[in-house]
Antibody, heavy 113, light 107 residues
Framework: EMQLVESGGALVQPGGSLRLSCAASGFTFSNYWMDWVRQAPGKGLEWVAN????????YYVDSVKGRFTVSRDNTKNSLYLQMDSLRAEDTAIYYCSTALVDWGQGTLVTVSS | DIQMTQSPSSLSASVGDRVTITCRAS??????LDWFQQKPGKAPKCLMY???TLKSGVPSRFSGSGSGTEFTLTISSLQPEDFATYYC?????????FGQGTKVEIK
C-alpha cells in the first residue's frame, strides 16, 4: 500500500529556515515525480514545487523561487523541502504527493514571531 | 500563469440531487485537468485525472467532462459522504494551478 508521511513542521520565526521530509513506502519511489502542495489556514490549495523521479528536473511556484529547494534521496525513499527566508505568508499545512495522485496527511508550518 | 476559475464558490444541495461544478482555464489546457475532493481536516483526494478518467475506487456517480478551457465535474446523485470542498487543478503548464474551490454543503 502506498504511504506518504510528512514530518518537520514547526513554529519558526520570520526569516528562519525549516526542512520538511516526506517518507515514502509501498511503491517504487524513484519512478515518480513528487510534488509539494500547501494550504494556508482556511484557504485553498497552492502547488509549491515538484521534482522528477531521478531528480533531474525541478519546478517551483514564483512565490518560493530562490527561497525553497525541493530534493529527494531515492536510496532513502525520501522527499525534502528546504525552506529558507520564511515569511508569515508561508504559514500552511504542507502536503507531499506522488504526482498529485496520492497524498500524505500533511505537516503544519507556522511562521510567526 | 494559467488562472483556474471555479463556479460556484459554494452550493447547497440535498441528498440525491445532481450537482455540477464548472472550472474554466484562462487559456487552453487540452484535457490536462484533475479534480480533487477535500473534507475538513483531511488531505485532498484525487477523484479524476485527464479531465474525465475516474481514479480507481472512486464511485461512478462522479463524472468529468471538458477540454480546452471549460470543464465540469458532475455528481449524479449526491450522497452524504460527498459533502466536501472540490478543487480543479491544471497540469498543462508550470506552475500547476488550482481553482479556488467549491464547497458543497447540505441544504
Amino acid at each position: 500500500e502506498m504511504q506518504l508521511v510528512e514530518s518537520g513542521g514547526a513554529l519558526v520565526q520570520p526569516g528562519g529556515s525549516l526542512r520538511l521530509s516526506c517518507a515514502a513506502s509501498g511503491f517504487t519511489f524513484s519512478n515518480y515525480w513528487m510534488d509539494w502542495v500547501r494550504q494556508a489556514p482556511g484557504k485553498g490549495l497552492e502547488w509549491v514545487a515538484n521534482i522528477k523521479g531521478d531528480g533531474s528536473e525541478r519546478y517551483y511556484v514564483d512565490s518560493v523561487k530562490g527561497r525553497f529547494t525541493v530534493s529527494r534521496d531515492n536510496t532513502k525513499n525520501s522527499l525534502y523541502l528546504q525552506m529558507d527566508s520564511l515569511r508569515a505568508e508561508d504559514t500552511a499545512i504542507y502536503y507531499c504527493s506522488t504526482a498529485l495522485v496520492d497524498w500524505g496527511q500533511g505537516t503544519l508550518v507556522t511562521v510567526s514571531s | 500563469d494559467i488562472q483556474m476559475t471555479q463556479s460556484p464558490s459554494s452550493l447547497s444541495a440535498s441528498v440525491g440531487d445532481r450537482v455540477t461544478i464548472t472550472c474554466r482555464a484562462s487559456q487552453g489546457i487540452r484535457n490536462d485537468l484533475d479534480w480533487f475532493q477535500q473534507k475538513p481536516g483531511k488531505a485532498p483526494k484525487c477523484l479524476m485525472y485527464a479531465a474525465s478518467t475516474l481514479k480507481s475506487g472512486v464511485p461512478s456517480r462522479f463524472s468529468g467532462s471538458g477540454s480546452g478551457t471549460e470543464f465540469t465535474l458532475t455528481i449524479s446523485s449526491l450522497q452524504p459522504e460527498d459533502f466536501a470542498t472540490y478543487y480543479c487543478l491544471q497540469y498543462n503548464k508550470y506552475p500547476r494551478t488550482f481553482g479556488q474551490g467549491t464547497k458543497v454543503e447540505i441544504k
